[in-house]
């Protein structure tokens, strides 16, 4: 089966430019994940969705990011007006649990340099 | 607010030896916890978690954890290295139901 899937693996864009990366979480996943990866920095929360639930953005850094789930199914990270501190590696997962101790499942990433 | 604190960015050590990689935990109510690995250019995967049940837990890989509520630390341990071990390891608590804080992350070397 299919894991959880991100697109594009690498960009590169300069700074001022909008970018969109896309999450296809594991299918039947009602939860699904965004978090940044920067070097020395761990993993940074940005945003989860649940179902049909509002979405729990308390993670993202400023109003420049958002994020959309249609249908419940794919993910849409957005970043307007890229800078320079915003290049890290954008994580997705998914996960088919609600509760505090299940297991998310992550896919590769999208690396974002911004020059 | 929960969080996790890792000690030691990097760490080394020779194939066969021990591995242990350190997670300490902050939270107010009795925490659930998480390891996870990630090996070059792949997502995380998890390792082992803690969720209030036996307090050593075993993991994938040979990997194991132990709870030590008086020490607040959840360290991951393996007593024999081996060179497929070479990845960056997360420990991570879950704060509420939704989300996990995740450590800076653990790099381990294994040199032959």
């Known amino acids: 089966g299919a894991g959880v899937s991100q697109s594009p693996s690498n960009k590169v864009t300069e700074k001022g430019k909008d970018v969109e990366l896309r999450c296809d979480p594991i299918?039947?996943?009602?939860?699904l994940y965004w978090y940044r990866q920067s070097l020395g920095q761990g993993l940074e929360f940005l945003i989860y969705?649940?179902?049909?639930?509002?979405?729990?953005k308390s993670g993202l850094p400023s109003d420049r990011f958002s994020a959309e789930r249609t249908g419940g199914s794919v993910s849409t990270l957005t970043i307007q007006r890229t800078q320079q501190e915003d290049s890290a590696v954008y994580l997705c997962?998914?996960?088919?649990?609600?509760?505090?101790?299940?297991?998310?499942?992550f896919g590769e990433g999208s690396r974002l340099t911004v020059l | 607010a929960q969080s996790v604190t890792q000690l030691g960015s990097h760490v080394s050590v020779s194939e066969g030896a021990l591995v242990l990689l350190r997670c300490n935990y902050s939270s107010s109510v009795p925490p659930y916890l998480f390891w996870y690995v990630q090996y070059p250019n792949q997502g995380l995967q998890l390792l082992l978690k803690y969720t209030s049940a036996a307090t050593l837990v075993k993991g994938i890989n040979g990997f194991e954890a132990e709870f030590k509520k008086s020490e607040t630390s959840f360290h991951l341990t393996k007593p024999s290295a081996h060179m497929s071990d070479a990845a960056e390891y997360f420990c991570a608590v879950s704060q509420g139901a939704q989300k996990l804080v995740f450590g800076q992350g653990t790099r381990l070397t294994i040199n032959p």
């Open positions: 969705f649940q179902g049909n639930s509002a979405p729990d």
């Open positions: 299918s039947g996943h009602t939860a």
């Open positions: 997962a998914s996960s088919p649990w609600t509760g505090p101790t299940g297991e998310l499942f």
